[in-house]
């Protein structure tokens, strides 16, 4: 059996109580390397036999698994976030089921759920934005074209760009040409969410290349856009708690 984790944005504490059972009871644990916290490999149990991803091919992964069920052990294929998000795990849950082993997925907390809990912030404001466009850059892996940054940020939704924190000057130009977003629109740089290094700055579109260069931010990060950024966004109040007088003591 293989179980596919989400290990959460970072801190330990941020894995899933199911996650972290069934970390505790797999024999084998490949783990995807530096973006997994040292402290959520701590629940490993003793002895188990562990992989750094970062290090491997999808073969070896797959040759590992295979080994593993051989000797009729469970592994435990440890993903940063939630593996739905850049998980990669498509590839390797279709050569399983070729291959008849069985396997499961526990999400778990994205890292984007990570960043707006940093600024104690929510993404979707009525009035403001009620849509959430995830996406990056492309890089070794390619975007389709109808999903560049260009098209996406036409629609002036709330964004989160993944994996991109090493051209930010290329989002820059991408938002800024877009038509979708002011030079003004507030931006933010979240790096490692949730991790004790975390650091949030807050810039605007204009300014968010110079600002990670000033922070010295060029990888795991991720960039936020939008209006709901704002120190005092125009949004309207939401429908949930409509007609119900707020009091204060």
Excluded at 35 to 59: F, Q, T
Excluded at 112 to 138: D, H, K, M, W
Excluded at 166 to 172: A, E, K, L
Excluded at 193 to 207: D, K, M, N, Q, S
């Amino acid at each position: 059996m293989v179980h596919f984790i989400g290990a959460g944005p970072g801190a330990a504490d941020l894995i899933t109580i199911r996650g972290a059972r069934f970390l505790r009871e797999s024999d084998v644990v490949i783990y995807a390397g530096s973006l997994i916290h040292p402290s959520v490999l701590d629940m490993a149990k003793p002895g188990c036999i562990r992989y750094n991803s970062a290090e491997m091919n999808l073969d070896e992964i797959i040759t590992v698994i295979r080994q593993a069920e051989s000797r009729n052990q469970t592994t435990a294929r440890l993903h940063s976030g939630d593996p739905c998000l850049y998980g990669a795990i498509r590839e390797q849950t279709d050569l399983l089921n070729q291959l008849g082993i069985a396997w499961d997925d526990t999400p778990g907390v994205s890292s984007f759920c990570g960043a707006a809990a940093a600024l104690g912030l929510e993404y979707t404001l009525p009035g403001i934005s009620q849509s959430v466009i995830i996406t990056r850059l492309p890089g070794r892996t390619s975007v389709p074209e109808r999903e560049n940054t260009r098209e996406l940020a036409r629609h002036g939704a709330s964004m989160v760009i993944f994996l991109s924190a090493g051209m930010m000057r290329q989002v820059q130009t991408e938002l800024l040409e877009s038509g979708g977003y002011a030079a003004n629109t507030p931006a933010a740089i979240v790096y490692k969410a949730t991790w004790p290094e975390e650091r949030v700055i807050r810039c605007t579109i204009g300014t968010l290349a110079d600002a990670g260069e000033a922070a010295s931010i060029s990888r795991t990060a991720l960039i936020l856009i939008g209006d709901f950024l704002s120190d005092a966004p125009n949004y309207q109040n939401s429908e949930l708690y409509g007609g119900k007088k707020i009091k204060l003591y």
